[in-house]
């Protein structure tokens, strides 16, 4: 398969590609890291051009900044040139450092980056890029982990004051030009890699337009669909999200304006929880050890569904009660059914000592 990438990038490109490194990354496509006359390129190909990430990968890299430069593409064999960013380290590596001050400093740099992206973003222009794909919408999956909790889990009938929020929580997917931006979506620690230029996002596979709350969600919760999930110390999640508050009402004043702001931020949360916990739920049953990629620290799924329902069941308390008590209630069966193997994440490894 390699040299046929190659053979597929060279002729894209226009000049010679060689010597392929891998880079690992998913079972979803091959990505190399390449020697070209003028230096290096990745080079990513998803084995169908016609798949819904690929077109997405192709439409974020057009469409947003701090991000790859997209040289080629090849959409006949699902195939992307871009820039090479490099071998800094990512975000993840900073949390799981042992530098307190550089992971402080490179979160609070990440989410300041982040923000900027998202609010220079365009959608008409993404938009064209993608083409006729129907947007992912977080709230459809959120109805399903809301089910699962209630049949499957904790075996509750049907709730009307549920049902009343996962219908508020879903307003968040109605387009709206005001509220919209184009994002990376997976803003995951491990995707975001430090430049001499600054933090750049890669991974673009899920890119979608969405409400900018969802992406405000990754500062508050923190990092809300990641394996890099670890108890913060105290102050940080605020600080990351006054600072994203602050530098998307640069570019969106009014989208950042009160009380309307911080209960979008509360309904993306909750939307990002029960998400997961549709897509985690199985693993925690099977009881699997780890979220991450292998040899890497992270928690074991019961690890990360219990935290995620600990802390929406304290934080959405006002916003959605109803949802709160859903997710206190999966917390406390958690910690009868699961006992130890759903204990506590505890801090990540930089912030150790601030225990």
Same mark, same amino acid.
């Given at each position: +398969?390699?040299?046929?990438?190659?053979?597929?990038? #060279?002729?894209?490109?226009?000049?010679?590609?060689?010597?392929?490194?891998?880079?690992?990354?998913?079972?979803?496509?091959?990505?190399?890291?390449?020697?070209?006359?003028?230096?290096?390129?990745?080079?990513?190909?998803?084995?169908?051009?016609? @798949?819904?990430?690929?077109?997405?990968?192709?439409?974020? &890299?057009?469409?947003?900044?701090?991000?790859?430069?997209? &040289?080629?593409?090849?959409?006949?064999?699902?195939?992307? =040139? +871009?820039?090479?960013?490099?071998?800094?380290?990512?975000?993840?590596?900073?949390?799981?450092?042992?530098?307190?001050?550089?992971?402080?400093?490179?979160?609070?740099?990440?989410?300041?980056?982040?923000?900027?992206? /998202?609010?220079?973003?365009?959608?008409?222009?993404?938009?064209?890029? $993608?083409?006729?794909?129907?947007?992912?919408?977080?709230?459809?999956?959120?109805?399903?982990?809301?089910?699962?909790?209630?049949?499957? =889990?904790?075996?509750?009938?049907?709730?009307?004051?549920?049902?009343?929020?996962? %219908? $508020?929580?879903?307003?968040?997917?109605?387009?709206?030009?005001? #509220?919209?931006?184009?994002?990376?979506?997976?803003?995951? *620690?491990?995707?975001?890699?430090?430049?001499?230029?600054?933090?750049?996002?890669?991974? /673009?596979? !899920?890119?979608?337009?969405?409400?900018?709350?969802?992406?405000?969600?990754?500062?508050?919760?923190?990092?809300?669909?990641?394996?890099?999930?670890?108890?913060?110390?105290?102050?940080?999640?605020?600080?990351?999200?006054?600072?994203?508050?602050?530098?998307?009402?640069?570019?969106?004043?009014?989208?950042?304006?009160?009380?309307?702001?911080?209960?979008?931020?509360?309904?993306?949360?909750?939307?990002?929880? &029960?998400? +997961?916990?549709?897509?985690?739920?199985? !693993?925690?049953?099977?009881?699997? *050890?780890?979220?991450?990629?292998?040899?890497?620290?992270?928690? @074991?799924?019961?690890?990360? $569904?219990?935290?995620?329902?600990?802390?929406?069941?304290?934080?959405?308390? #006002?916003?959605?009660?109803?949802?709160?008590?859903?997710?206190?209630?999966?917390?406390?069966?958690?910690?009868?059914?699961?006992?130890? #193997?759903?204990?506590?994440?505890?801090?990540?490894?930089?912030?150790? %000592?601030?225990?």
């Amino acid at each position: +398969m390699t040299d046929d990438t190659l053979r597929i990038a #060279s002729a894209a490109l226009g000049v010679p590609v060689s010597d392929p490194q891998p880079l690992g990354g998913s079972t979803r496509s091959e990505v190399l890291r390449c020697r070209v006359p003028a230096g290096s390129v990745v080079v990513k190909k998803y084995p169908d051009g016609s @798949s819904a990430s690929f077109a997405r990968e192709v439409a974020g &890299l057009t469409a947003l900044d701090h991000t790859p430069d997209l &040289l080629a593409v090849d959409r006949e064999h699902g195939l992307v =040139v +871009m820039s090479d960013l490099g071998t800094g380290p990512t975000l993840a590596d900073l949390l799981l450092g042992d530098d307190r001050e550089a992971a402080w400093a490179g979160a609070l740099e990440w989410v300041e980056a982040l923000t900027d992206t /998202l609010g220079r973003s365009r959608s008409t222009t993404f938009d064209e890029a $993608l083409g006729d794909l129907s947007a992912d919408e977080p709230s459809a999956a959120a109805r399903v982990g809301a089910r699962m909790l209630l049949d499957d =889990v904790l075996g509750l009938p049907a709730d009307r004051a549920l049902d009343a929020e996962l %219908d $508020l929580i879903a307003t968040l997917d109605h387009r709206d030009p005001a #509220s919209d931006v184009v994002s990376p979506t997976d803003t995951c *620690p491990d995707n975001a890699i430090r430049t001499a230029d600054g933090w750049r996002f890669v991974d /673009l596979e !899920g890119a979608t337009v969405h409400h900018a709350a969802y992406d405000a969600a990754y500062a508050a919760m923190p990092f809300s669909t990641c394996w890099c999930v670890f108890d913060p110390p105290p102050g940080f999640t605020d600080q990351l999200l006054d600072t994203f508050t602050e530098t998307l009402g640069t570019h969106r004043p009014d989208l950042v304006r009160e009380p309307g702001w911080t209960r979008s931020v509360d309904l993306a949360s909750a939307a990002w929880i &029960l998400a +997961m916990t549709g897509w985690l739920l199985f !693993g925690a049953d099977e009881d699997r *050890p780890r979220v991450g990629p292998p040899g890497v620290l992270s928690p @074991s799924y019961r690890q990360l $569904l219990t935290t995620r329902w600990r802390w929406g069941a304290v934080r959405l308390r #006002s916003t959605l009660p109803a949802v709160a008590g859903l997710l206190g209630t999966a917390a406390a069966w958690a910690d009868d059914e699961w006992g130890a #193997s759903a204990a506590p994440v505890g801090p990540y490894r930089a912030f150790a %000592d601030d225990e």
